[in-house]
Structure formats: structure tokens, C-alpha cells
């Protein structure tokens, strides 16, 4: 019969191995968002914006250096909820990555947003973040007109009219 202080050193050098090639892994991030229609034309959401099904959009990372040279890129469309997912592999510390709206399929609602058309996005765990999801600003996109019952809602949020 096996000593139990040989058994427990067994198992000790076996959950250190496991916990060694999980340390060694790729790192792989799972980037997400969503991009809605602001329907107010506030520039920020409200309980009337509607998410944008097939809006697309574009990852890219940028070296930080001087010539910002593109270092990744993917580009994916959102889903029926305006939701977006985008797998990066690797980590990307030394580079600047950014999430930007590139298309809405609505013509009644297409006009770029300078404050949301683009969300930046930290792509590695040696920020102290160790969960692989990674959460992007909501990006949006101007309705042509404004719906009615904006001024209901704004009033209800605390805005006041600006006559």
C-alpha cells in the first residue's frame, strides 16, 4: 500500500503541471458590444434606441509606436439584438485596439456618431484582468429624425428642453 505523503506529492505535482500549462497557454479574448440606433439624437442611449441587426463592425489593434502601423484586424456583424462577438487571439499589451462602427444597414439611420463610433478595448491579462471577456462602449448611430416621445423620455431622465 502507497504511503499517503507519496500519494499527496503525486497530486501536488499534478495539479502544478496542470496549473503550469494554463499559465503558458495562448491567450484567447472574446471582445463584446453592441451598436443601436439612437432614435433621439442625444447622442447617448435612452429606453426608445433600438439595436441595429447587421450593422458591421471592425477590431483593429495598432502598434503604438510612431507609425501605428495595423497589427490585427477582424470584422464581424451584429445579431437580431444589434450584438456583436469578435474571438482575438493572442495578446496585444504593447498595442492599441479599438473596436469602430464601419456600416449601418438602415438608411434611416447611418449618420456616424463622433463620441460612439469607436470603443477601446484592453486585449491583455497583464492588466489585472484575467477573465477573457472583454467588454466594449456601446457604438451607435444618428436616426435621420428624431421619433416622437423624445422629449417625454428626456424630461423623465431629468434633461430639460433646450428652447
Known amino acids: ?14 495539479c502544478l503541471s496542470s496549473l503550469l500549462s494554463f499559465s503558458y497557454a495562448e491567450d484567447t479574448f472574446f471582445v463584446e458590444g453592441k451598436v443601436y440606433c439612437d432614435t ?3 447622442e447617448f ?9 447587421g450593422a458591421t463592425v471592425n477590431l483593429e489593434c495598432r502598434n503604438r509606436t510612431v507609425d501605428g502601423s495595423i497589427t490585427y484586424s477582424q470584422e464581424t456583424v451584429t445579431d437580431e439584438s444589434g450584438k456583436y462577438k469578435i474571438v482575438v487571439e493572442g495578446d496585444h499589451e504593447e498595442e492599441i485596439c479599438e473596436v469602430r462602427v464601419i456600416k449601418s444597414p438602415r438608411a434611416d439611420c ?7 463610433k469607436k ?7 497583464k492588466d ?5 471577456i ?10 435621420k429624425e428624431a421619433v416622437p416621445g423624445c422629449a417625454e423620455v428626456l424630461k423623465a431622465m431629468g434633461f430639460q428642453p433646450l428652447n
Not at 442611449?45 to 441587426?53: A, C, F, H, N
Not at 470603443?119 to 491579462?125: G, Q, Y
Open 40 to 42: 433621439c439624437r442625444v
Open 119 to 125: 470603443a477601446r478595448v484592453v486585449l491583455t491579462k
Open 110 to 116: 447611418n449618420e456616424f456618431m463622433e463620441a460612439w
Open 1 to 14: 500500500m502507497a504511503k499517503p505523503s507519496l500519494i499527496a506529492l503525486v497530486s501536488l505535482t499534478i
Open 45 to 53: 442611449e435612452t429606453k426608445l434606441s433600438e439595436p441595429i441587426k
Open 128 to 132: 489585472g484582468v484575467l477573465q477573457p
Open 134 to 143: 472583454r467588454f466594449a462602449n456601446s457604438l451607435g448611430f444618428l436616426k
